[in-house]
């Protein structure tokens, strides 16, 4: 049998860090394939006046799975200063690669697990009835709709004059904004389509009928955003009357917000829009322990990208050695083993990391709840390729 090709995507910052460590445990476990190394981030946008280049574009169509680090984005006025002169006033505009991915290959499903791993000092604790300190279980999978909505890239400064004049077809455009100049309008669009957002809630459902969750949550707002919110919604409610034993829901996400440290043990799987997808995984992934243990899925109908939730981290990218958790993008990378039915080896990786943070004999600066500097190695953290090598050990 042939290698699987694999498109790695290291991007800025610890990306490329944290992307190293996982292709080790990927040979650990006896994961063989070709890694093709695609450019991507910051240093392209500067140097080319493209963050996201064709020629990464072709590898992905190419080989359909890749594994991608982090990316650096900045505003648009930054972006345009940090520029090469030479490319300045030639019409560039500074976009996220990681956005633009998503778009390009509509990988309209995000997958963002949110689980508890026993004996991580970082879990989420609450007091409960007595004053007795409990640690509810975390259990959660966030499927975000990936390609619309408020990330869906359509917005103006200054529209032009036929998206104004349309705008200003709408009542309460015209009452609540028609009194402010038009150059100084700004707008971005939150555009939902029943496509998308039928496969987001089908494949919410499918998941958790395949791994026994009992109950499915949408978390929009539509009690306010009627339009968009309320599409989810109606389509959430026809489609659980075909899932017998599935309880659905649906919150407010600034209600959600606040339950989520309330009751986080009674939520299975939750869906929502790009925005509110975003906001609400990230405040269950506090409760796991933050974005050191964040993974995730882009998935579409041919290509898939599987990454940490976490950032480039500029300030830890010169450190030697480095000190950043690398186990967010180890489980991402579990994600991917599952995807390409290496399920095995992937439940192999998962194992071995649980030991290793429930054994907490090596942690990490961030587990050991230490501002991230180089000095913390000194005050017994772990750097990143001695967790990477507890996790080896432990498979």
């Given at each position: 049998m042939s290698k699987r090709t694999i498109v790695t995507m290291p991007g800025d910052g610890i990306g490329k860090v944290v992307l190293d460590e996982t292709l080790r445990v990927l040979d650990a476990v006896g994961f063989e394939a070709e890694y093709v190394?695609?450019?991507?981030?910051?240093?392209?946008?500067?140097?080319?006046?493209?963050?996201?280049?064709?020629?990464?574009?072709?590898?992905?169509?190419?080989?359909?799975?890749?594994?991608?680090?982090?990316?650096?984005?900045?505003?648009?006025?930054?972006?345009?200063?940090?520029?090469?002169?030479?490319?300045?006033?030639?019409?560039?505009?500074?976009?996220?690669?990681?956005?633009?991915?998503?778009?390009?290959f509509k990988l309209d499903l995000c997958i963002r697990p949110c689980r508890t791993l026993k004996g991580n000092p970082l879990n989420f604790i609450r007091r409960g009835k007595g004053g007795v300190i409990e640690e509810p279980e975390v259990d959660v999978v966030v499927f975000r709709q990936n390609t619309e909505g408020l990330y869906g890239g359509v917005e103006w400064t200054d529209p032009p004059k036929q998206v104004y004049d349309a705008l200003m077809t709408h009542p309460k455009f015209a009452k609540n904004f028609g009194w402010s100049p038009k150059d100084?309008?700004?707008?971005?669009?939150?555009?939902?389509?029943?496509?998308?957002?039928?496969?987001?809630?089908?494949?919410?459902?499918?998941?958790?009928?395949?791994?026994?969750?009992?109950?499915?949550?949408?978390?929009?707002?539509?009690?306010?955003?009627?339009?968009?919110?309320?599409?989810?919604?109606?389509?959430?409610?026809?489609?659980?009357?075909?899932?017998?034993?599935?309880?659905?829901?649906?919150?407010?996400?600034?209600?959600?917000?606040?339950?989520l440290t309330k009751n986080p043990e009674t939520y299975g799987i939750l869906i929502a829009g790009n925005m509110f997808g975003d906001i609400v995984s990230d405040g269950f992934a506090g409760l796991i322990g933050g974005l050191g243990f964040a993974c995730s899925a882009n998935i579409g109908e041919e290509v898939a990208i599987f990454e940490p939730t976490h950032g480039s981290a500029p300030k830890y990218e010169?450190?030697?050695?480095?000190?950043?958790?690398?186990?967010?993008?180890?489980?991402?990378a579990c994600m991917m083993l599952d995807h390409i039915n290496e399920a095995e080896k992937a439940a192999k990786i998962r194992k071995a990391v649980a030991k290793v943070v429930e054994d907490g004999k090596i942690q990490a600066y961030d587990m050991m709840k230490l501002r991230g500097c180089q000095e913390v190695l000194d005050q017994g953290a772990a750097s990143t390729s001695e967790m990477t090598d507890a996790i080896i050990a432990s498979l």
């Open positions: 190394h695609a450019d991507i981030g910051w240093k392209f946008w500067c140097n080319e006046g493209n963050p996201l280049p064709q020629r990464t574009l072709e590898l992905l169509e190419e080989h359909k799975i890749a594994l991608f680090g982090a990316i650096t984005s900045k505003p648009k006025s930054e972006a345009a200063k940090e520029l090469d002169p030479a490319l300045a006033d030639k019409g560039y505009v500074y976009y996220s690669p990681i956005v633009g991915l998503r778009q390009h100084e309008v700004a707008i971005s669009t939150r555009i939902f389509t029943k496509k998308y957002s039928e496969r987001i809630c089908r494949a919410a459902f499918d998941y958790a009928e395949k791994f026994g969750y009992k109950k499915v949550t949408l978390c929009e707002k539509p009690n306010v955003i009627r339009e968009t919110s309320g599409m989810m919604l109606a389509i959430c409610r026809e489609m659980e009357k075909e899932y017998d034993g599935i309880q659905f829901n649906f919150t407010n996400i600034d209600a959600q917000m606040m339950w010169n450190l030697n050695p480095s000190i950043v958790n690398p186990i967010a993008m180890v489980m991402s």
